[in-house]
């Protein structure tokens, strides 16, 4: 683990992955000469295995995708047969599809030696999204052979113009649709490509074209399954790698407990305590945080520790820098070339550096929090060590179920595969959607029902609306000019807000409209590159706020919560000894309020309440399962106990367990993710009497059908949750059955059978196992602050915190009892330190570090220098001075 052994005591549990070796194979006969000197020149004199046989499978016409591990030179790999392609036929055209913006142009940057190579005589390529300029748009239309582009512009540029501006050339000739990032198409966002590719192989075949089909993936467990359901094609998988890979090491790390408190560090406490020392180790990182304010508060924190403080030779708080979605394209560009190039030596983001962006090599990945799925914690961590040189992962765990689940069993990570990407490409609102924009498009036929099976029930509807006119056994679109633009690929809300700096009136970021209400609200901190904005107020009605910049100790957290509630019924059935109720819901969440928290020491400085509630709330479709009155009584008896001093709300309750397999079943059988479904208890009246269910709703406005699915297959679903729970390889309850190893699943497990049949509850309680546990000692002792105040306050400075260099300036403090009075020598300090709850800070950061009384207390007391005091001089400069 390099030089840490500082935190060595914080490892529970390591793995070394051994390095692979690279397996190597010739040119193949088929590839052109000028090709191979392309290669050659770039020094690249055999490819790998998986290289090579994608090249022969490509050539011979299959649909592939590919699922070898990061900075295995998949990009190579369906470049090749492209370009042979457009060698040999310069009329061909190949769109290569990427999930952001932000990768389309990094990979443009990447095949840009190939471009200069051939020259523009040979080989043209540009990327075509919202923010190419006008003339650069006709240029890659006309001349393009290779178009890098996002699905977004699929939908709403190429297809519904495909007559139009060149783009019917572009079809009529197009060879390759190279799909990247596959394993990012899931639930909503994949139902949604799944129906754009319908479409588009629809106009293909219009143009008399039929594209070959070239995806690469993350390592998922059903990779040829998505490929074949987002495409419609049969397709062959090359899953063996034949590129190297250094020696990897994983440390699972546990935050310590603090002695004498009842919680423990956070893991973005710990990541600001590691990521320095990566840095003044010359160590290159990632560090991966799950929420964009994680990212800016560990950035802050750790920038503070790097500055110069007096012990260190210099600043070195330039060498860090946030990524994240909000910055603006330009300047995640000017991070991403400043990481290449070695000006920065980490980077602090969310999972937008997942994907394969290029920004140099990186030795080690911190993952700040379980990222939620194996194939998500095998994609971060394998963004280190891309250059060869062996590489470290430490994943740092959260207080959350399943990161401690992962202290218990750490195997679990790393003896199983990863998870199966899932979509459901037939969803019914989502292709009536599709079929309204591919009417625009060319009119609907009887063949369309091979593409979009619902079209006999989705035409006539769009008859009645006035959308569709029958004309010659077809349908023609007489509706909206462009209903490919009436809903999102992505969210589920339009809406969009603005934040501005009032002084000099630049937009900060934009959001949607619930994470402005949680982000943006008034009073709220807003940090954006380390720097700090306080919103002064939120104009909802036209979705724009405005802050400005300041200076804080502190950062904001919004207190929000969820409410579903019953609007209607259509329709209940009975299911065993109760009854299931589908039918409209409201789901609202709230911001109420928002808390302020110190940095570094993570300590609450007060509530506060927002002065009117920012709820959003839409209207969707939900499934309601009335839980037993003898689950309900027990469940409402027992308090999961957590084996640790925690707060209880992190963990799951037995109703939270039973809802959590429940939903689990439900995700499996309508193939949706839980960004689509969720569940929520609720409680209602039925019959005069207070009855508890389960509803499952979808996380969509107007539903997306997945809760009148599991209505319909509600017994499936239950015997599924029966199936997974008691077929779980775990004793007792984990998080991957039941969401929570505290929990015992014989009590889940007999609230799902009592769905059926009314059973006696099992004998005897399941006993939680704690992960192991870490404890540190506070640096410093009370009764030995005074004679070691030098010291402390040395310690002080280094932490970076807010105070600590005023700390610096208190020359003596005395101790008289329980009470640390610092010797000031200037009274107005003392009334300074009054204002503004500077005492109330200043207590909570030595709080943090000494081990004090429980009564501990801070004061002041003064001990001016000489009889004249600079105060009274300043008062004659200045009378002089205005005179």
Not at 307 to 320: A, C, E, N, P, R
Not at 494 to 521: C, F, G, S
């Amino acid at each position: 683990m390099n030089d840490f052994n500082q935190f060595e005591n914080r490892i529970i549990a390591k793995k070394i992955a051994p390095e692979r070796k690279a397996n190597y194979r010739n040119f193949p006969d088929r590839l052109l000469n000028s090709l191979q000197g392309y290669l050659k020149e770039n020094k690249i004199k055999q490819l790998y295995s998986h290289q090579a046989e994608m090249f022969e499978k490509a050539l011979d016409g299959k649909n592939i995708v590919i699922t070898t591990s990061t900075a295995s030179g998949k990009t190579l790999s369906f470049l090749l047969p492209v370009v042979q392609e457009i060698l040999k036929n310069p009329m061909t055209r190949a769109i290569f599809v990427y999930p952001t913006k932000a990768l389309a142009n990094d990979q443009y940057r990447n095949i840009q030696p190939l471009l200069d190579y051939f020259g523009k005589n040979k080989i043209q390529a540009g990327v075509y999204d919202g923010d190419t300029p006008v003339n650069e748009r006709s240029r890659i239309r006309n001349s393009a052979n290779i178009i890098l582009t996002n699905p977004e512009m699929i939908n709403t540029a190429f297809l519904p113009n495909h007559n139009n501006f060149g783009f019917n050339f572009i079809f009529s000739n197009l060879k390759y649709v190279v799909i990247d990032e596959l394993h990012t198409y899931r639930g909503t966002f994949g139902s949604h490509l799944s129906n754009l590719i319908k479409r588009l192989n629809r106009i293909c075949t219009y143009y008399h074209a039929s594209p070959q089909y070239l995806c690469s993936s993350a390592t998922i467990a059903n990779p040829v399954e998505l490929a074949e359901k987002i495409t419609g094609k049969r397709f062959s998988l090359i899953d063996q790698d034949g590129s190297p890979a250094p020696e990897k090491h994983y440390y699972i790390w546990q935050p310590p407990m603090i002695k004498g408190t009842d919680y423990p560090v956070s893991p973005a406490q710990e990541a600001t305590e590691l990521l320095p020392e990566l840095v003044m180790q010359d160590n290159s990182f990632i560090a991966f945080c799950k929420a964009r304010k994680t990212v800016e508060v560990v950035l802050k924190e750790a920038r503070d520790k790097l500055k110069y403080d007096g012990t260190k030779v210099q600043d070195y708080s330039h060498l860090i820098s946030g990524y994240r979605g909000g910055y603006k394209p330009k300047e995640r560009k000017e991070i991403e070339n400043n990481m290449v190039n070695g000006n920065l030596k980490g980077l602090v983001s969310t999972n937008a550096l997942e994907l394969g962006i290029d920004i140099g090599s990186v030795e080690s990945t911190v993952l700040v929090g379980f990222p939620g799925t194996r194939a998500s914690f095998w994609q971060q961590s394998g963004r280190a060590g891309r250059s060869g040189v062996g590489s470290s992962t430490f994943l740092l765990l959260d207080n959350l179920p399943f990161d401690q689940y992962i202290g218990i069993n750490p195997e679990w990570l790393f003896s199983n595969g990863s998870e199966n990407a899932v979509v459901d490409t037939n969803n019914l609102f989502i292709q009536l959607a599709h079929v309204r924009a591919g009417a625009a498009e060319i009119p609907l036929s009887l063949d369309d029902i091979s593409i979009f099976p619902q079209l006999g029930e989705i035409v006539p509807v769009l008859i009645k609306a006035g959308e569709l006119r029958s004309e010659n056994g077809k349908f023609t679109w007489i509706g909206p000019s462009f209903p490919a633009g009436d809903y999102s690929l992505r969210n589920m809300d339009k809406e969009r807000y603005k934040l501005v700096n009032k002084i000099d009136a630049t937009v900060l970021t934009e959001m949607d409209e619930l994470q402005a209400y949680k982000e943006i609200h008034q009073g709220a901190i807003y940090l954006h590159d380390g720097l700090l904005y306080q919103v002064e107020n939120l104009d909802v009605e036209n979705r724009v706020a405005y802050a400005v910049p300041m200076d804080a100790n502190y950062y904001t957290a919004s207190h929000s919560g969820t409410a579903v509630a019953k609007i209607k019924d259509f329709k209940d059935d009975d299911i065993g000894r109760t009854k299931e109720y589908f039918g409209d819901a409201k789901v609202t969440e709230s911001v109420t309020g928002y808390k302020r928290i110190q940095f570094h020491n993570h300590q609450n400085l007060g509530y506060e309440e927002l002065t009117k509630p920012l709820s959003k709330a839409f209207e969707t479709e939900g499934v309601r399962l009335l839980i037993p009155k003898n689950v309900d009584a027990l469940f409402r008896k027992l308090v999961p106990n957590t084996g640790i001093d925690i707060p209880t709300q992190f963990w799951k309750t037995y109703f939270g367990g039973m809802s959590y397999a429940l939903l689990n079943a439900t995700l499996m059988l309508t193939m949706a993710t839980k960004e689509d479904v969720g569940t929520s208890m609720l409680e209602e009246a039925i019959n005069d009497e207070r009855t508890t269910s389960i509803c499952i709703y979808d996380r969509y406005i107007g539903g997306l059908g997945y809760a009148e699915k599991a209505f319909d297959h509600i017994s499936e679903i239950i015997d599924n949750a029966v199936k997974m729970v008691s077929g779980c390889k775990c004793n007792e309850g984990c998080p991957a059955c039941i969401g929570d190893y505290n929990l015992d699943k014989s009590i889940v497990l007999w609230g799902l059978n009592n769905l059926y049949e009314q059973l006696a509850p099992p004998k005897g309680m399941k006993v939680p196992v704690a992960a192991p546990q870490v404890v540190v000692e506070k640096k410093f002792d009370f009764l030995e602050l005074q004679d070691e105040w030098s010291k402390f306050t040395s310690f002080m400075k280094e932490t970076g915190e807010y105070l600590s260099e005023f700390l610096s300036s208190v020359q003596a403090v005395k101790i008289e009892g329980s009470t640390l009075f610092l010797i000031l020598d200037n009274p107005f300090y003392k009334e300074w330190m009054n204002e503004s709850d500077n005492k109330g800070k200043l207590k909570n950061m030595i709080n943090h570090y000494v081990n004090t009384p429980k009564d501990f207390a801070i004061d002041f007391k003064t001990a001016p220098k000489g009889n004249v005091t600079t105060r009274d001089k300043i008062s004659r400069r200045y009378s002089d001075l205005t005179r």
